[in-house]
T-cell receptor, first 114, second 115 residues
Framework: AQSVTQLGSHVSVSEGALVLLRCNYSSSVPPYLFWYVQYPNQGLQLLLKYTSAATLVKGINGFEAEFKKSETSFHLTKPSAHMSDAAEYFCAVTSGGGADGLTFGKGTHLIIQP | DAGVIQSPRHEVTEMGQEVTLRCKPISGHDYLFWYRQTMMRGLELLIYFNNNVPIDDSGMPEDRFSAKMPNASFSTLKIQPSEPRDSAVYFC?????????????FGEGSWLTVV
């Protein structure tokens, strides 16, 4: 079985500040890990993914995430927050290479303060 | 590519009515997934297909829910009869196994309200 825990259902940062969204996973086999973003009333858009290549993964919109096996973590970061980053962010894991679907965390709502 | 296409985008229906949600996956993809998103339960995998064959439907909440994939370019999720607790956003997603780390691409969702 696999699972994802996202710490903090809501995270608030000031515009220009560092964004850090936390994700810990549990998987009995080497995982594939994903971060998706969901803007209000829209579907899910892939931000980035880890597929056992480089442990530091760069995604769209200036986001990146680092896979740390020892900590079973895949935290999402962005050096400087923009107002347009306000959205819901989901961490997800699959062990079947995606073929058996994704297990999602509960999501983190990112709020950007002007 | 057009991406995963879902219809309708929004549906409001009365309790007891039949609801049919439709999905066209990305051309060439061999896996199709149906997810449900609610505030209480987050994103849940309902069922997925491989080459049009249902592989795992353990996430389907009850017998009122059914899903079909008659061909590689079309799938339906049906709720009959619908109940207010079925109100949610239903996402269809697809992927091609073995490609690009198996990224799963999502549609824009069907926003269902049962009154």
């Amino acid at each position: 079985a696999q699972s994802v825990t996202q710490l903090g259902s809501h995270v608030s940062v000031s515009e220009g500040a560092l964004v850090l969204l936390r994700c810990n996973y549990s998987s009995s086999v080497p995982p594939y890990l994903f971060w998706y973003v969901q803007y209000p009333n829209q579907g899910l858009q892939l931000l980035l993914k880890y597929t056992s290549a480089a442990t530091l993964v760069k995604g769209i919109n200036g986001f990146e995430a680092e896979f740390k096996k020892s900590e079973t973590s895949f935290h999402l970061t962005k050096p400087s927050a923009h107002m347009s980053d306000a959205a819901e962010y989901f961490c997800a894991v699959t062990s079947g290479g995606g073929a058996d679907g994704l297990t999602f965390g509960k999501g983190t709502h990112l709020i950007i303060q002007p | 590519d057009a991406g995963v296409i879902q219809s309708p985008r929004h549906e409001v229906t009365e309790m007891g009515q039949e609801v049919t949600l439709r999905c066209k996956p990305i051309s060439g993809h061999d896996y199709l997934f149906w997810y449900r998103q609610t505030m209480m339960r987050g994103l849940e995998l309902l069922i997925y297909f491989n080459n049009n064959v249902p592989i795992d439907d353990s996430g389907m909440p009850e017998d009122r829910f059914s899903a079909k994939m008659p061909n590689a370019s079309f799938s339906t999720l049906k709720i009959q009869p619908s109940e207010p607790r079925d109100s949610a956003v239903y996402f269809c997603a697809s992927t091609l196994a073995g490609s690009s780390g198996n990224t799963i691409y999502f549609g824009e969702g069907s926003w269902l309200t049962v009154v």
